[in-house]
């Protein structure tokens, strides 16, 4: 995941968007039970040992860690805007033996790489939260080796759909696209992957949509209790208080809506993404 | 896809459903389209040579065929509620030259079979069209053998997602709702199959979302043109006139919506689906 640095150093447009979620634990819990497999499955097919690799917006590493493996003794570049993530994609690294994973901060409007250096350009729910998805294709198109592949997935909140209604879960969707766009971000960015591919000189794109659903009750109080946590304690809620879009009290309702949800036996949870296999000519 | 017959036959309210699209050429293009790989991958690591399987609702038989070829020399017997889909369904199997399939008209919520006869139990995107999917699934559930498994899958229209936006299109979808509920359906029945599998005695579901996604040139033009020709031409648009739903230069304005929409290079739509795979116990 991308997090931009602050406005005042950076002016330009595209460099203004704020990662809304931040790093706090309640994000991470969701970051880490991120897998090649549950994640990235329409990449895995291009991926043959021997590849180098770029992963963009790498976040707390563990889908890097399974491209890593798939690729070696290929090597993996994993970047991320926010150093601080870094330590945790580092670890689990470290955790899982893997010595061809280099990790370093970056903003993927401006890679500091040379062109057509990888074979793989990969970046997991990475666009809907930079400030201009189409230059970030277009700098991933150009670090990527002509017959190489630029991969992007992204969620696509306006597609989430769960049971059952509940008009607090609504107004969390609502307020959750208020508060990302406000900071430059475009959270129904699955449906867009293809127009920005375009927009970015792709001509030869293979697209996909995959889904994540939480049902289980483990499922349901890991999904409910990380989004309660989220909308109370991270960044987001900051950002949301700050940005005048909810109150507190607002927030501790949508909070407390999760967990009655979670708890239903017949909760059901689906996260849409849209998916793109970029080839580069 | 179940076809019910028409009410005054059957007064019994789970028996009044009206089969929304009806079998235009418009909706058998789109289900014809349909195989065992793009529809009920979920379903097929359950799948052995040997075992019995019933396919509910078979339309024209083309995911059938799939599971005819997957368990032989098991046999499929399939059944559907409209006897004149049946000659398509019939012809498919014999053109891929199976004999292990048999085919037979019934209503999904009186099933006539003995308790116990089949390992599998099948139904894709009918439960969305039953007046009662909670008999329809009990049925299921009786029919089907200690250990098998009852699978369902069905797309939640509510969920649809494309791009870009065209405000005909959000009118073509909610006319779709109205219809179909004025009909006896449920046409976000993806996010409920949970719900009714639990209502219909279930206790060991396993629930994951899939989706169709069109994208392409070739996509784009089968997707729009079925959807543009059955909003005038199908059971589905004589039902929306004759229920004043919509009047005929709304669907020839919803027609017109759709056609555009497939012509524009970066158009992207999403169907997602609900899908349970509930093992008997």
Same mark, same amino acid.
Request: proline fraction near 5%; glycine fraction near 8%.
């Given at each position: 995941?991308?997090?931009?640095?602050?406005?005042?150093?950076?002016?330009?447009?595209?460099?203004?968007?704020?990662?809304?979620?931040? =790093?706090?634990?309640?994000?991470?819990?969701?970051?880490?039970?991120?897998?090649?497999?549950?994640?990235?499955?329409?990449?895995?097919?291009?991926?043959?040992?021997?590849?180098?690799?770029?992963?963009?917006?790498?976040?707390?590493?563990?889908?890097?860690?399974?491209?890593?493996?798939?690729?070696?003794?290929?090597?993996?570049?994993?970047?991320?805007?926010?150093?601080?993530?870094?330590?945790?994609?580092?670890?689990?690294?470290?955790?899982?033996?893997?010595?061809?994973?280099?990790?370093?901060?970056?903003?993927?409007?401006?890679?500091?790489?040379?062109?057509?250096?990888?074979?793989?350009? =990969?970046?997991?729910?990475?666009?809907?939260?930079?400030?201009?998805?189409?230059?970030?294709?277009?700098?991933?198109?150009?670090?990527?080796?002509?017959?190489?592949?630029?991969?992007?997935?992204?969620?696509?909140?306006?597609?989430?759909?769960?049971?059952?209604?509940?008009?607090?879960?609504?107004?969390?969707?609502?307020?959750?696209?208020?508060?990302?766009?406000?900071?430059?971000?475009?959270?129904?960015?699955?449906?867009?992957?293809?127009?920005?591919?375009?927009?970015?000189?792709?001509?030869?794109?293979?697209?996909?949509?995959?889904?994540?659903?939480?049902?289980?009750?483990?499922?349901?109080?890991?999904?409910?209790?990380?989004?309660?946590?989220?909308?109370?304690?991270?960044?987001?809620?900051?950002?949301?208080?700050?940005?005048?879009?909810?109150?507190?009290?607002?927030?501790?309702?949508?909070?407390?809506?999760?967990?009655?949800?979670?708890?239903?036996?017949?909760?059901?949870?689906?996260?849409?993404?849209?998916?793109?296999?970029?080839?580069?000519?």
């Amino acid at each position: 995941m991308t997090h931009a640095s602050a406005p005042s150093a950076h002016p330009a447009a595209h460099e203004t968007a704020v990662y809304t979620h931040g =790093h706090h634990e309640s994000v991470l819990r969701s970051h880490t039970w991120r897998t090649a497999a549950n994640s990235a499955a329409y990449l895995l097919p291009s991926l043959t040992a021997g590849l180098d690799v770029l992963d963009v917006g790498c976040g707390p590493g563990t889908i890097t860690a399974d491209l890593a493996a798939l690729v070696a003794p290929g090597r993996v570049t994993a970047v991320d805007a926010a150093e601080g993530v870094l330590a945790n994609a580092r670890a689990v690294a470290a955790e899982r033996g893997l010595g061809n994973v280099e990790f370093a901060v970056a903003d993927v409007h401006a890679l500091d790489f040379p062109d057509d250096s990888f074979d793989v350009v =990969h970046a997991h729910q990475v666009l809907q939260h930079v400030g201009d998805p189409v230059q970030a294709l277009r700098e991933m198109r150009r670090v990527c080796r002509p017959g190489g592949v630029v991969a992007a997935r992204d969620s696509d909140y306006g597609a989430f759909t769960w049971f059952p209604e509940r008009p607090a879960l609504d107004g969390w969707l609502d307020l959750y696209h208020r508060v990302a766009r406000a900071n430059g971000g475009e959270p129904d960015a699955g449906r867009r992957l293809v127009s920005w591919a375009r927009r970015a000189g792709f001509t030869e794109i293979t697209t996909t949509a995959a889904t994540w659903c939480f049902a289980t009750p483990d499922e349901r109080a890991w999904w409910s209790g990380l989004w309660a946590d989220r909308t109370t304690g991270s960044d987001y809620a900051e950002l949301a208080v700050s940005g005048g879009h909810a109150t507190r009290a607002e927030l501790t309702s949508i909070a407390e809506a999760w967990r009655e949800w979670g708890a239903r036996e017949d909760a059901w949870f689906m996260v849409p993404h849209g998916e793109i296999l970029c080839r580069v000519s």
